[in-house]
């Protein structure tokens, strides 16, 4: 390791892969050459232990008897709440794909150890301790054996112009509609790469598996999108592969079997959230477009941003939750601060009367806005508001409640916030901050489609992190989650809240309308630079930053569906001087708005764009209520696709429990029994065939089960369609029961 490096074993490329391996790390890198190296860098990963010291001994003791190499030391580090020094014993293991099992047999039998550091994925670890991350540009010095004598990142995860290494792409998916193939529907596989599309043909599965191999070798692609290949395709391929004894070139380290991960549901603020588990490549990455949140919200861009920035591997990023990333960057900031992380959080929240919950426990601040159109309003929004106010403060789980500090007490709450000690939560989130804004400067004055594309996926991607990073300070099983600091960032919001309030009322603004980071406010005769100056007041006065989102022409604070005479803080129709539209709780932002819904509610907005104010926006309705015939016509002469009809739900519990028949509960059912596994959490697919049939089982069918000459409820269809109309007509009277006259 320490002999000098000879100039001609020495290379510069991306990081592309990483995973453990006997030796060490295996490192795939792809060199500005073009060439896909593997190599090895030697590592020995550490985790810690502390407690009585007899059961020391016999941990140290029970380590001398392993098979793998292992080496223990008592050292000192930092324990996370006090900030104190404190003895334990560091085990360094010499066999990486052994350090899970040890870990594993030590906790059995150490059930009076605390242990440290000991459940980090090893990639993660590994990227922590040689200052690395993925895609990072580095240069690395190797032995003829292509072993890692030195690496180094030559930029940094916080650089916001930095170049990728080129790409060649495959896509895999079953020809046809995209429909969960789980659910019934399957297809032959369909090839997409840079030199066309392809399909698969000829039953026999050795001849598929065949031409699959030969397009592997063929293009020998670096990434490989899927839509469910994780709960699908490749698990299916596995499958003939084993039968036809045919292996199948997935991972470019021939070396590795594919990593699998079962599938999982879990609750999340509320909901069921359905993971379809991973499929995972070595050497190569796999992405499941189907199984991805951040592809799906930033591109592509946005998921390289997030794994360069979180130090998550590609492939684990793309199908992890963001709030798994925002974790890894704090421990990240807890490893090199010599900080000891626990295996287990034991910190329990601090008890609180009933009349302090109701004092603390309150949430963000909404003020509701008034019923109704309004002319020449301004939104301004606070920049990431919720981590803005943990940077700005210090609020940390170590830092809230110390001693040190009586006099700096967080309004309402009574708690204290620590000066003397930097805390590690905002420590972790300044560089994202303002990395973050460092992307939207770029935003404003690039005018290169391509650039703002990139700009935008990429400021997209670290905006996630930063909001997940809020509801991890309260999240009680998060590593570094504390209740009270979760309400000391609400209770600072508020007050920022009623601080900008003030201060707008106080220049003579009117406050239409406030929802916890983002205010709309209006002012006879305000021009833009009125309301530049007014958000540079409210930023002096705040010391929190807050930008004008825009003005608008128009805005339509739309009525609750229940209560007509209130608002809803959420739901409402605008457009800005600029043309661009902002649209909340209309039926086009839903999820399980049927296509042919959304397509003719996106319609009649663009049509209801082009007034300048509101005199124009009621002269609009006659060419709304147009489309709205033209689409009720389609429905009525079954000139409609039943793929533009598809219903997507999410089941909220176990299928079989489902006690009423809805039609989610129908569908379920159905394909329950075809033998389809469903789990909470889950999306389904359905059209809905009878809404009034007295046998819920014809009320609605599985889309994945329909024919094209299945039949399709055309009045219930009908009902979605209007509806879609009276949001934004009912405010001028349009109502379902005028709607549905007028489009007869």
Request: positive net charge; glycine residues 6%.
């Amino acid at each position: 390791m320490n002999s000098k490096p000879d100039s001609r074993r020495r290379l510069r490329g991306w990081l592309f892969d990483v995973y453990p391996a006997a030796e060490g790390m295996v490192l795939w890198i792809i060199a500005e050459d073009g060439r896909r190296l593997r190599l090895t860098d030697p590592f020995h990963p550490s985790f810690y232990f502390e407690g009585p010291s007899i059961e020391s001994r016999n941990a140290v003791l029970h380590l001398s008897r392993e098979k793998t190499p292992v080496t223990a030391r008592h050292v000192e580090r930092s324990e996370f709440f006090s900030g104190r020094a404190i003895p334990v014993v560091q085990v360094t293991v010499h066999d990486p794909t052994e350090y899970v099992g040890i870990v594993k047999r030590l906790v059995r039998i150490g059930d009076r150890l605390q242990f440290y550091n000991c459940d980090i994925d090893l990639s993660q670890l590994y990227f922590y301790e040689r200052n690395l991350f993925p895609l990072a540009l580095c240069s690395v010095d190797r032995t003829e054996t292509e072993t890692i004598q030195t690496i180094q990142a030559l930029d940094s995860p916080w650089d916001p112009d930095y170049s990728l290494p080129p790409l060649r792409s495959m896509h895999l998916r079953l020809e046809g509609d995209l429909i969960n193939p789980n659910h019934g529907g399957q297809g032959k596989l369909e090839i997409r790469d840079d030199h066309g599309r392809c399909v698969l043909e000829g039953d026999d599965p050795a001849e598929v598996l065949t031409g699959l191999n030969n397009h592997l070798r063929k293009n020998d692609p670096d990434l490989i999108f899927t839509d469910w290949g994780d709960s699908f395709i490749i698990p299916h391929v596995q499958m003939l592969s084993e039968r036809c004894r045919i292996p199948v070139a997935f991972n470019r380290d021939r070396r590795m079997a594919i990593a699998g991960k079962k599938m999982r549901s879990y609750a999340s603020y509320g909901r069921m959230v359905h993971s379809a588990g991973a499929q995972t490549f070595f050497g190569r990455w796999h992405i499941d477009r189907q199984n991805s949140f951040i592809l799906n919200e930033a591109g592509l861009e946005g998921l390289f941003e997030q794994a360069r920035v979180t130090k998550l591997p590609i492939q684990h990023m793309a199908r992890t939750s963001t709030g798994t990333g925002i974790t890894s960057m704090q421990l990240e900031t807890a490893y090199r601060a010599g900080i000891l992380i626990p295996w287990r959080k034991s910190e329990p929240e601090e008890f609180k009367s009933g009349f302090e919950l109701l004092t603390i426990d309150k949430g963000g601040m909404v003020f509701l806005p008034p019923v109704g159109f309004q002319e020449e309003v301004a939104e301004l929004d606070f920049a990431s508001m919720y981590p803005a106010i943990m940077a700005r403060f210090n609020i940390s789980p170590e830092t809230v409640g110390c001693s040190c500090c009586p006099g700096n007490r967080v309004p309402e709450t009574g708690y204290t916030i620590c000066t003397k000690r930097k805390g590690l939560v905002p420590e972790t989130l300044e560089p994202l901050l303002a990395k973050r804004a460092q992307y939207k400067q770029r935003l404003k004055s690039t005018t290169d489609p391509k650039r703002r594309e990139r700009y935008d996926q990429r400021q997209n991607a670290l905006k996630w992190l930063l909001v997940v990073s809020f509801g991890y300070l309260g999240y009680k099983n998060a590593r570094f989650g504390r209740i009270e600091a979760h309400e000391c960032v609400t209770a600072y919001s508020r007050e920022t809240l009623l601080q900008a309030k003030e201060i707008a009322e106080g220049r003579g603004y009117q406050l239409l309308h406030a929802i916890v980071d983002s205010v709309w406010v209006k002012k006879a005769g305000a021009t833009e630079p009125d309301y530049r100056k007014l958000a540079d007041a409210i930023t002096q006065g705040t010391g929190l930053p807050i930008n004008l989102e825009g003005i608008y022409r128009w805005i339509g604070f739309l009525p609750s569906k229940t209560r007509p005479s209130l608002s809803v803080p959420n739901r409402f129709l605008g457009v800005f001087r600029t043309g661009a539209m902002k649209i909340r709780g209309l039926e086009v932002r839903r999820t399980d708005t049927p296509s042919l819904v959304k397509e003719a509610q996106t319609r009649m907005i663009e049509v209801l764009n082009q007034a300048q104010d509101l005199k124009e926006y009621e002269a609009q309705i006659p060419e709304v209520v147009k489309i709205l015939a033209e689409y009720r016509r389609r429905l009525v002469e079954g000139q409609v696709n039943l793929r533009e009809l598809v219903i997507t739900r999410t089941l909220s519990q176990d299928p079989r429990e489902y006690k009423k028949a809805t039609l989610s509960a129908v569908v379920s059912h159905e394909l329950l029994a075809r033998g389809v596994k469903l789990a909470p959490g889950e999306a389904i697919q359905y059209v809905i065939t009878h809404d009034a049939d007295k046998d819920p089982a014809g009320r609605a069918r599985a889309y994945a089960t329909l024919t094209a000459d299945h039949a399709y409820d055309v009045e219930k269809y009908s009902e979605l369609l209007l509806k879609s109309g009276e949001s934004l007509l009912a405010l001028f009277g349009y109502d379902l029961k005028r709607l549905e006259q007028l489009t007869r």
